[in-house]
């Protein structure tokens, strides 16, 4: 069984560019978070895809957007890049069945993106 | 919105002991989870806990839903050099198939072999 997979492992970009980090979920898991984790802190949710949709989104502005495709990976694009960006951007896949709640959330190895 | 309150922020203890930490929240969560995170990595999925009151075990580790919803526990026996990490509680909020996790700052576990 193949675990959360992310890329790149770490990225440099400006401010005011723009980024694309990648998301492969793991073995048979449907939905796909994205959360921000800055130095020293817990993990900050900034939005959710289930079957290619959002499903739910976190205090982020929409500079912050996704995208999951039918294979259940995802992409997380940030705009306009600000020196606040700067962190560790973390990839969780679920199970997501039908009907049950699953917060049962796995996580990628996370990409580092730093901000200059 | 919803915070979660850990405690402790750090503890730096002796191979072999026993450690606990909580956190609390002025909010109710539907399920409440521990994670590991060692530097470099993301967060590994310890304990999930879905009813209140439920008290579950993995090896070491045990932790409880505490009974108003608000809080959950996590101990840790006869701890070893490799248990050393950040340790993270996540409260879940939303149903269905949607669902977010809410987590702590962290308790960063260090271990004197």
């Known amino acids: 069984e193949t675990g959360v997979t992310q890329s790149p492992t770490h990225l440099i970009k400006t401010r005011g560019q723009q980024v694309t980090l990648r998301c492969s979920s793991q073995?048979?898991?449907?939905?796909v978070s994205w959360y921000q984790q800055a130095l020293g802190q817990g993990p900050q949710f900034i939005f959710q895809?289930?079957?290619?949709?959002?499903?739910g989104r976190g205090n982020f502005p929409p500079r912050f957007s996704g995208l999951q495709f039918p294979n259940y990976s995802s992409e997380l694009n940030v705009n306009a890049l600000e020196l606040d960006d700067s962190a560790l951007y973390l990839c969780?896949?679920?199970?997501?069945?039908?009907?049950?709640?699953?917060?049962?959330?796995?996580f990628g190895p996370g990409t580092r993106l730093t901000v200059t | 919105g919803q915070q979660l309150n850990r405690s402790p922020q750090s503890m730096f203890i002796q191979e072999g002991e026993d450690v606990s930490m909580n956190c609390t929240s002025s909010?109710?969560?539907?399920?409440w989870l521990w994670y590991k995170q060692d530097p470099g990595e993301g967060p590994v999925l310890l304990i999930a806990l879905y009813k209140a009151g439920e008290l579950t075990s993995n090896g070491r580790l045990t932790a409880q839903f505490g009974i108003t919803r608000k809080d959950s526990f996590l101990n840790i026996s006869a701890s070893i050099p490799s248990d050393v990490g950040i340790y993270f509680c996540a409260g879940g909020v939303g149903s269905g198939n949607t669902g977010k996790l809410i987590f702590g700052q962290g308790t960063t576990l260090q271990v004197k072999p």
């Open positions: 909010s109710i969560f539907n399920t």
């Open positions: 895809y289930y079957r290619e949709e959002e499903n």
């Open positions: 073995s048979g898991h449907n939905t």
């Open positions: 969780a896949s679920s199970p997501g069945t039908s009907g049950r709640i699953s917060h049962e959330q796995y």
